[in-house]
């Protein structure tokens, strides 16, 4: 069988999905399985054994506007796949895979494009499933009878290659990291889906400086293209210096640099899933959006939040005072991080 999987668009979607994908390749260990991606998310899948290949959704060059999307569904068509399981919600996807003539099409019906589909599948109603999103994609292969149930998973996982663990640590290194410091942390600052979801600048400044002042850590600044302005301004902000590779990495470079630090702390993002699903202890900051839906798929992970009214809200941003965000202290994340931290097992050596 060769079976087309249309891959979600956001990386901390990419990364809760990967249960499904697993759930896949368990049940059809023989298929060649392909995935189709963003460019953003598809170094995420590479060396992870989920599929035989990836296929790049080049949506600003070759695959651009609807004279592009046709090119992409005569390329998809040229490989005759038969079965296709859209991850991804939209109509665009479902529309690729009937233009594709793929034999069976697989995906929730949503977004009007349920005639486009071969097996339409009903979404879920609150309280159908578990609240975390990555049951929601495991229900969909339950629903369409590829799956008897719905396993119970407290780990995500994402294989680092030996040869990145090294590259990693060489780009480090090149960016001010010191071979001796008894702990790195990692800070991610950004968040893609909007400004409501972010800690202020301020407060990662200060935290900064006051991990640096008491543990001798090394903080480097992670974040996408467009987060390199916020991770400039903690940098610009703090009085001793951090290690600044916000925009400086491509997202297969991503896990094997987190997995080269001790800790994590940032907002509910990708680059939070992806940290928790190389291993790293997590804190994890929430505002606007809901933990229950979007924890960081581990056991090794501390929610720091402050409960306001409005809060979950999820909106991009604030329309009001952003509350949910600005009362949570610098002492309540460092006294999260330094749990972790203290029990040493976590520092380099």
Request: glycine share 6%; aromatic share 8%.
């Amino acid at each position: 069988m060769k079976l087309f999987v249309r891959a979600t668009n956001w990386v901390g979607d990419a990364v809760l999905s990967l249960p499904a994908l697993a759930a896949l390749r368990a049940r059809f260990p023989q298929a060649e399985i392909v995935i189709l991606a963003r460019p953003w998310v598809a170094g995420l899948y590479r060396g992870q054994g989920l599929a035989d290949r990836l296929l790049v959704f080049d949506h600003n060059g070759r695959h651009r506007g609807w004279r592009g999307l046709e090119r992409l569904a005569q390329e998809l068509r040229a490989e005759r796949f038969e079965m296709a399981i859209l991850l991804q919600n939209a109509f665009q996807a479902a529309w690729l895979a009937w233009r594709a003539a793929m034999g069976e099409r697989i995906g929730y019906a949503r977004d009007g494009r349920s005639w486009l589909l071969t097996r339409a599948v009903p979404v879920p109603r609150t309280g159908e499933i578990p609240a975390h999103e990555h049951f929601y994609y495991l229900e969909l292969l339950r629903r369409a009878g590829l799956l008897t149930e719905l396993p119970r998973i407290e780990q995500v996982r994402l294989h680092v290659d030996p040869v990145a663990r090294e590259q990693a640590e060489q780009k480090l290194r090149q960016a001010g990291a010191r071979r001796e410091a008894p702990l790195r942390v990692a800070l991610a600052p950004g968040a893609a889906y909007g400004s409501a979801k972010c800690w202020p600048v301020e407060h990662y400044a200060a935290l900064a400086d006051r991990l640096i002042a008491r543990f001798d850590a090394d903080v480097i600044l992670f974040g996408a293209p467009t987060e390199r302005e916020v991770a400039e301004r903690i940098a610009a902000a703090m009085r001793a210096r951090s290690i600044l590779l916000a925009g400086q990495t491509q997202i297969e470079e991503l896990p094997a640099l987190l997995a080269a630090c001790q800790l994590f702390i940032g907002n509910d993002s990708g680059a939070m899933h992806v940290a928790a699903a190389v291993g790293l202890p997590v804190v994890a900051i929430f505002g606007p959006t809901d933990p229950d839906g979007t924890a960081p798929l581990t056991t090794r992970w501390t929610l720091v939040r402050e409960p306001v009214p409005c809060s979950p809200c999820f909106l991009r941003h604030c329309p009001i005072d952003h509350r949910c965000m600005t009362r949570i202290h610098v002492d309540a994340v460092l006294a999260a991080a330094a749990q972790w931290i203290e029990r040493g097992v976590y520092r380099c050596g």
